[in-house]
């Protein structure tokens, strides 16, 4: 069993920034995926960002390309979502989840929900006008 602890939401202004910040419990050495999925109101959960810690690889989806970066701290075994040029659709609940048991996958895939097993309990976004 894998908890997963996600941190850093709050309240921005359009074109500010925040960092999300997920720890997953336990030290899994291969490695994890792990991503970051988001919930806006009236909306499916979507993914949009994930990263395979071992093999350094990541994967946007295309509404944060360009303004989201996803990053893995190996030695403090944390996984970090830095956003940039918030908007005010980026408002949402964001949730960190993991899955230690890591194949290759398509970039598709690496976003899709039923890839992680494990999930946290969310974190909310708020970007106001």
């Known amino acids: 069993e894998v908890k997963v602890t996600e941190s850093g939401g709050g309240s921005v202004e359009a074109g500010g920034s925040l960092r999300l910040s997920c720890v997953p419990s336990?030290?899994?050495?291969?490695?994890?995926?792990m991503a970051w999925f988001r919930q806006r109101p009236g909306k499916e959960r979507e993914g949009i960002a994930a990263?395979?810690?071992?093999?350094?690889?990541?994967y946007y989806g295309d509404s944060v390309k360009g303004r989201f970066t996803i990053s893995h701290d190996n030695s403090e075994n944390t996984m970090y979502l830095q956003m940039n040029s918030l908007k005010p659709e980026d408002t949402a609940m964001y949730y960190c989840?993991?899955?230690?048991?890591?194949?290759?996958?398509?970039?598709?895939?690496?976003?899709?929900?039923?890839?992680?097993?494990?999930w946290g309990q969310g974190t909310q976004v708020t970007v106001s006008s």
């Open positions: 336990g030290d899994n050495r291969g490695g994890y995926c």
């Open positions: 990263v395979n810690t071992n093999m350094r690889t990541t």
């Open positions: 989840a993991a899955e230690p048991v890591c194949p290759p996958v398509t970039p598709q895939q690496a976003l899709r929900s039923p890839l992680y097993r494990y």
